[in-house]
């Protein structure tokens, strides 16, 4: 874990405690959910991997968490080891009548840096390793097919490393790390300045991310 991060955790982390109620029709039985999906990346640290997906309308939420490795419920602490073989993720609960995979895929890309191992930005081990984790068969070709494309015409001359692999169980992180962004603005701008990401990500791709 950075220096950086961890200063910023050592400061304390805002707990907010949301609620939601479901929507019942007037016949008195619940109203029927709308028809959504799921998409889990890796991009390092997670506070920076919400925000790019909550813009996106079509997308209903993202929680940030741990994914690919070993211990079941792991604890922050343990996950930013190194030592229990998880990533830093977001999972983005999405309506793919109003946003695809496809638009998710290129987000995910333009926000992360896919020509390092083990590394993002100014965080370095595995557990802020970039990957793609897919859901179904449909998101693993859709996401080789994306990773192709890229490799063909992307802006770099630098081989790219993400992986791609099936999704395993999704542990959510803890309540002061979910939108991390929106709870501690300064903290967050701060911690992404001092990591690099925007002037990085403007290197790679022509311009930081909006």
């Known amino acids: 874990m950075s220096i950086i991060r961890n200063a910023l955790l050592a400061l304390g982390a805002t707990l907010v405690l949301a609620s939601a109620t479901a929507g019942y029709a007037q016949t ?3 109203a029927a959910a709308p028809a959504t999906a799921k998409a889990t990346f890796a991009g390092g640290c997670f506070w920076c991997m919400e925000q790019p997906f909550d813009v996106l309308p ?3 939420s993202t929680t940030s968490g741990y994914i690919g490795g070993q211990k079941k419920n792991p604890t922050y602490e343990e996950v930013s080891s190194g030592r229990t073989g998880h990533t830093e993720a977001v ?3 999405y309506d793919p009548k109003k946003v695809t995979y496809d638009k998710l895929l290129d987000v995910f890309w333009h926000n992360i840096d896919p020509t390092v191992k083990d590394q993002q930005f100014c965080d370095r081990g595995s557990q802020y390793r970039s990957g793609i984790f897919y859901h179904d068969e449909d998101q693993r070709r859709l996401a080789e097919a994306s990773k192709s494309a890229l490799d063909r015409n992307k802006p770099f001359s630098a081989p790219i490393v993400t992986e ?4 395993a169980e999704f542990y959510p992180a803890e309540d002061y790390h979910q939108d991390f962004y929106t709870k501690n603005p300064l903290r967050y ?3 992404r300045s001092g990591c690099g990401r925007d002037n990085r990500l403007k290197e790679l791709w022509g311009k930081a991310p909006e």
């Open 164 to 167: 791609i692999t099936r999704a």
């Open 58 to 60: 079509g997308v209903i």
């Open 28 to 30: 008195g039985k619940p």
């Open 189 to 191: 701008k701060y911690y």
């Open 91 to 93: 999972q983005v609960v």
